[in-house]
């Protein structure tokens, strides 16, 4: 399936990461290299403490905000969580649904990861739903059906309007954090079969060429600039590159003048 041609997206996670005075050093220096980046869209995942600081560092400037979790409820009983309708009152965008450090500590079912994703859309956040395949799993030829297991239960909940806005984040979980980045040959495979799987499920072809599909798994400046020219790679969900400004500008710049 041909992908549709889009700005990248162009995501920074910082974890659980950071302070007030770190933050405000990388989101300045970010600030005044936002000319030099392109086209290309480009936003940063702080912990939940810095959101708002964050959002209001950014006011005026191209750069958004991502929330790295949120809650599968929209109000309630629920001590420690934070609802999607307060990251999108303190000023987000975007927020991550599913990924793989949720999915392995903190034990989010692909059906809990589709709850997420509904209340993310019903507070007009976009959603970005990762998955993504373990060692063992893609060793015996588990890959495609991992990545169905874990998109399905999301897919099944969506219409047509509400896949419009979902943006995919591909994320092998043997890449992320361990300097081994997927071959293009293999995230080229994965991500053609993410769009097919969407185009089969749905039925909305047109919907899933246009959906934009990130990588993530050990992205750095030097990985940014061939991932940069693989034609179905929409953008990038960046990690502990994320984390110094320099690194992460040079990502940017190569997503935006490709």
């Known amino acids: 399936m041909t992908q549709q041609h889009l700005p990248a997206l162009v995501i920074g996670n910082w974890k659980m990461n950071g302070s007030l005075t770190a933050n405000t050093a990388l989101l300045e220096s970010l600030r005044r290299d936002i000319a030099s980046f392109g086209h290309v869209n480009v936003s940063v995942c702080p912990p939940f403490p810095y959101l708002a600081h964050s959002v209001a560092l950014l006011a005026k400037s191209p750069i958004s905000c991502t929330a790295q979790n949120l809650c599968h409820e929209a109000v309630g009983a629920y001590t420690g969580e934070v609802s999607a309708s307060m990251l999108a009152d303190v000023g987000c965008r975007y927020v991550l649904a599913g990924h793989s450090e949720r ?138 590159a994320a984390l110094k400004a320099e690194d992460f500008s040079e990502i940017c710049r190569s997503f935006g003048q490709r």
Request: glycine share 10%; proline share 4%.
């Open 103 to 240: 999915r392995g500590l903190f034990g989010d079912s692909s059906e809990r990861v589709a709850a997420k994703a509904r209340q993310a859309l019903n507070a007009g956040l976009t959603p970005i739903v990762c998955v993504g395949e373990t060692l063992a799993q893609r060793e015996i030829g588990l890959t495609e059906a991992t990545l169905a297991a874990q998109l399905l239960p999301t897919l099944a909940g969506l219409s047509i309007a509400d896949l419009e806005k979902v943006v995919l984040a591909y994320e092998p979980v043997w890449a992320i954090g361990t300097g081994h980045v997927a071959t293009a040959q293999q995230i080229t495979s994965v991500l053609r079969y993410l769009r097919q799987l969407v185009a089969d499920t749905t039925g909305a072809d047109k919907v899933a060429r246009a959906m934009p599909v990130l990588y993530g798994g050990s992205v750095n400046p030097t990985s940014a600039v061939w991932l940069a020219q693989l034609p179905e790679v929409s953008g990038v969900l960046v990690g502990g």
